[in-house]
């Protein structure tokens, strides 16, 4: 069973920056694609960003591109999303999810966190 925990959420102003955190236990870790995704009240869940599993290579939503940077660390079993020029549009809860691929189909990661709330205020 793969376990995934985010953590890293908060409050912050618009503009601001925050880095949320995901980690999970065991050797396979590597071995996985990984993607953050989104969801905010009323609205369907959104992808954000993925990254492979040298994390060589980023993909991003049009929404996030060039403010948001997601990062891995095999050795330490960790993904970041590091979140710059916040705004209030990017209120949301914040879910980690791991697959064989990353993708932006929310249906194709088996594994995924409990999620982190990010509130930004205007």
């Known amino acids: 069973q793969v376990q995934l925990v985010e953590s890293g959420g908060g409050l912050v102003q618009a503009g601001g920056s925050l880095r949320v955190s995901c980690t999970t236990s065991?050797?396979?870790?590597?071995?996985?694609?990984m993607g953050w995704f989104r969801q905010a009240p009323g609205k369907e869940r959104e992808f954000v960003a993925g990254?492979?599993?040298?994390?060589?290579?980023?993909y991003y939503a049009d929404s996030v591109k060039g403010r948001f940077t997601i990062s891995r660390d095999n050795a330490k079993n960790a993904v970041y999303l590091q979140m710059n020029s916040l705004k209030p549009e990017d209120t949301a809860v914040y879910y980690c999810?791991?697959?064989?691929?990353?993708?932006?189909?929310?249906?194709?990661?088996?594994?995924w966190g409990q999620g982190t709330q990010v509130t930004v205020s205007s």
């Open positions: 065991g050797r396979t870790f590597s071995s996985y694609d």
């Open positions: 990254i492979s599993r040298s994390g060589s290579r980023g």
């Open positions: 999810a791991a697959g064989p691929i990353a993708t932006s189909r929310s249906y194709e990661y088996p594994y």
